[in-house]
């Protein structure tokens, strides 16, 4: 790793408590896609609220550079392990290198996922295969991986990070929308046969997140200012989403507070599935900026 590299990404400046600020004081979570994005945020407010993390990509270099940033905001501890979910092998090297490091495993994030906008015309069958493969059964192995190895004897939480992509049917996403649907009915599964292990499972549908790679590609790409305000204001509350947005909704799950929730989905985007868009007209739109 060269000295010059930069980290790729930042921890927030601030941030307001809604929980104690110990609530998760000597846990430890296992976020997959943890390196950047969503996934990066809700590894930081795990650990500001005093868990230990191990965070999972492909990517060895953004992996070590964000677990130093993380681990120097918040005096927690965070392991950086390289993994590809599709490869069972590497998937259970990983969760033995979590275990031998903390001895523990109370949290399990499934973030890996990967998107690109595609007419279903226009879609090979390698890459439709290739979002199944990272989404769905990337969701499964991990999972299934740490029931085995830790889970099945002491309990935890699991959280699939899914999309409201299917809910209507979204263009240029069928992809995406069928690996998160049945991210959303395996965590159903999960939930009612894993439950009496002391489990909960549950998914987490963000909606446009501010300051994702996925906005900038998928919902960013050619909008005037005037078009992404427009798209703000056809929100019901009228702003897209933060990433600590979506890290506050998973904390409240693993609190007190969330004990009854397994085997459901918590939409995170403030009604912007209710009132998007979603005619031939945007998709032509979209197209023509492909």
């Not at 601030?14 to 896609?33: M, P």
């Not at 009612?192 to 790679?213: H, K, L, S, Y």
Request: charged residues 20%.
């Amino acid at each position: 790793m060269s000295g010059k590299a930069e980290p790729v990404e930042r921890c927030m400046d601030s941030y307001e408590y809604i929980f104690q600020k110990d609530i998760l004081r000597n846990k430890v979570a296992f976020i997959t896609g943890g390196g950047s994005g969503i996934c990066f945020t809700i590894a930081e407010v795990f650990m500001r609220h005093g868990c230990d993390t191990v965070i999972l990509g492909r990517k060895m270099d953004r992996l070590q550079l964000s677990a130093q940033t993380l681990q120097q905001a918040t005096g927690r501890r965070c392991l950086p392990v390289q993994m590809d979910v599709r490869q069972p092998k590497m998937v259970l090297e990983a969760v033995d290198a979590a275990l031998k490091e903390f001895g523990r495993i109370d949290y399990l994030i499934n973030g890996a996922a990967g998107n690109f906008l595609c007419p279903l015309e226009t879609m090979s069958f390698n890459a439709f295969k290739t979002v199944m493969e990272i989404d769905t059964l990337g969701t499964f192995n991990v999972s299934k991986a740490i029931f085995d190895k830790y889970m099945k004897a002491n309990g935890g939480v699991i959280i699939n990070i899914t999309a409201t992509l299917h809910f209507r049917g979204t263009s240029l996403q069928t992809h995406v929308g069928a690996a998160k649907a049945a991210i959303e009915a395996m965590t159903r599964h999960m939930a009612v046969e894993w439950g009496q292990n002391g489990i909960r499972v549950m998914c987490v549908a963000p909606g446009p997140i501010e300051d994702t790679e996925g906005m900038r590609r998928l919902g960013g790409a050619g909008m005037s200012s005037e078009m992404k305000e427009m798209f703000k204001k056809n929100i019901p509350v009228q702003r897209s989403g933060r990433r600590v947005d979506i890290a506050d909704i998973c904390l409240f799950i693993l609190s007190r507070g969330g004990q009854l929730l397994t085997g459901t989905t918590v939409i995170g985007d403030g009604g912007a599935w209710l009132t998007e868009d979603n005619s031939s007209m945007r998709m032509s739109m979209i197209k023509a900026m492909l």
